[in-house]
C-alpha cells in the first residue's frame, strides 16, 4: 500500500530543463529499427532536466485524461512549450510529478505541471502523501494489535 501512495501521489523537484523531445511510442515503447510499430501509436513528450547538483532526469510528459491516476491532465502539448520556454531562458523551475524513474524497465515520472520558481521561494511539499504514510502506519498498527488480540484471547 504504501508503494501505490508513492507512486500515485504526487512529488516535486526543483531543477533546470535542459531539453525538450518527443518520441513515436507503442506498446513495446519507442519506435526504432529494431522495434518496429506492431499496433496504435501514440507521442509521448519527454522533458531533460538537470538541477544544481548535477543530477540529470527525464520525465515523461503524457496525457492522464481521464484514466488513473486521476490527474485529468489533457494539455501535455501545452506543458511541453511552456517546459521548452523555461529551459530556453535558463530558469528554476519546480516539476510536479507523479511515478517513478525504473532505468532497467524504460520507465519515467510522468511530469503534471511545470512552474517557475525563484531562488528565495521555498518548493511545496508532498504533504498530502506525508497525511496518507501516517494514515497507513497507524491502520497497519491497529491492525497488528487487533490480530494480536485474537491469539492472546485464545489461550
Known amino acids: 500500500m504504501f508503494s501505490v501512495v508513492n507512486y500515485v501521489f504526487p512529488h516535486y523537484d526543483v531543477t533546470r530543463v535542459t531539453g525538450v ?4 511510442v507503442d506498446k513495446d515503447g519507442p519506435i526504432t529499427k529494431s522495434n518496429p510499430a506492431d499496433g496504435p501509436t501514440r507521442d509521448v513528450y519527454y522533458i ?3 538541477n544544481d547538483e548535477g543530477k540529470i532526469m527525464v520525465y515523461r510528459n503524457e496525457d492522464t485524461r481521464w484514466g488513473f491516476p486521476f490527474y485529468f491532465k489533457f494539455g501535455s502539448a501545452n ?3 511552456e517546459a521548452q520556454a523555461m529551459g530556453n531562458e535558463n530558469k528554476l523551475v519546480q516539476i510536479k510529478y507523479y511515478g517513478w524513474r525504473l532505468t532497467m524497465f524504460d520507465e519515467f515520472r510522468n511530469a503534471v505541471s511545470v512552474k ?6 521555498t518548493p511545496s511539499h508532498p504533504i498530502l502523501s506525508w497525511v496518507f504514510y501516517a494514515f497507513l502506519l497507524v491502520t497497519l498498527f491497529l491492525s497488528i494489535q487487533f490480530i494480536r488480540g485474537w491469539f492472546d484471547s485464545e489461550n
Open 21 to 24: 523531445e518527443v518520441k513515436r
Open 48 to 50: 531533460n532536466t538537470q
Open 79 to 81: 506543458l511541453q512549450a
Open 116 to 121: 517557475e520558481i525563484s531562488d528565495d521561494v
